[in-house]
């Protein structure tokens, strides 16, 4: 079976300093990944999204990053932390059923800027 | 991206009662999910929809795909204590890879 995994689970960073996330999933291969931003009481805000190695987009405008060096491996990165990057940081990953995405998310990274 | 508009934002109810929240849109969806979320913790994926019409069941909960595609909801029967949390709603607009819309959630209470 497939799994996700996510870490740190929680992490507390001064504003300006580096930030790396790290997700990656077991038990398939060539999967769609994505990074997710949970704001505390809000929606799922998609940051980026990779279909296979290398391959990135970025669907809002920020100070992070994402890279996918290899095929389960997602990482998010940002060079100086903002106070506004504080949130909840999940990976997911997507799979075809039938014609249909299902679409699964790892256990999340509790980030706090400070 | 457009969102979700699901309903009620949260509900505080009695254990035993049943529970109906919902979602709607403006646009055709091809795909719902319905998730329920822990605090600290991620999503996990409950029901799985993919027909209009379609009415599935997992344990104590049902969701239906409307027969528009612009709707799907989620009852959960005989409610209990575990059942709380926040419901996340997700539909696929379409077959391209970043298009998975959400619902702001609803937020379950469950009173003893």
């Known amino acids: 079976s497939q799994t996700i995994h996510q870490w740190p689970a929680t992490l507390v960073q001064p504003v300006g300093s580096p930030l790396s996330l790290e997700c990656t999933v077991e038990g398939t291969s060539n999967p769609n990944l994505y990074w997710y931003r949970q704001a505390a009481g809000r929606g799922l805000q998609l940051l980026f999204y990779s279909v296979g190695i290398g391959q990135i987009s970025s669907e809002v405008p920020q100070n992070l990053s994402a890279s996918r060096p290899q095929d389960r491996q997602f990482i998010l990165s940002s060079k100086k932390l903002l106070l506004s990057d504080s949130g909840f940081y999940l990976c997911a990953w997507r799979t075809l059923a039938g014609r249909s995405y299902e679409q699964y998310f790892g256990p999340g990274t509790r980030l706090t800027v400070t | 991206g457009q969102q979700l508009n699901q309903s009620p934002q949260s509900m505080f ?53 409307g027969i528009t595609r612009k709707d799907s909801f989620l009852n959960i029967s005989a409610s209990i204590p575990s059942d709380v949390g926040i419901y996340f709603c997700a539909g696929q607009l379409t077959y391209n890879n970043n298009d998975m819309r959400f619902g702001a959630g609803t937020r379950l209470t469950v009173k003893p």
């Open chain 2, 13 to 65: 109810i009695q254990e035993g009662e049943d529970v109906s929240m919902n979602c709607t849109s403006s646009s055709i969806f091809n795909t719902w999910l319905w998730y329920k979320q822990d605090p600290g913790e991620g999503p996990v994926l409950l029901i799985a929809l993919y027909k209009a019409g379609e009415l599935t069941s997992n344990g104590r909960l049902t969701a239906q795909f």
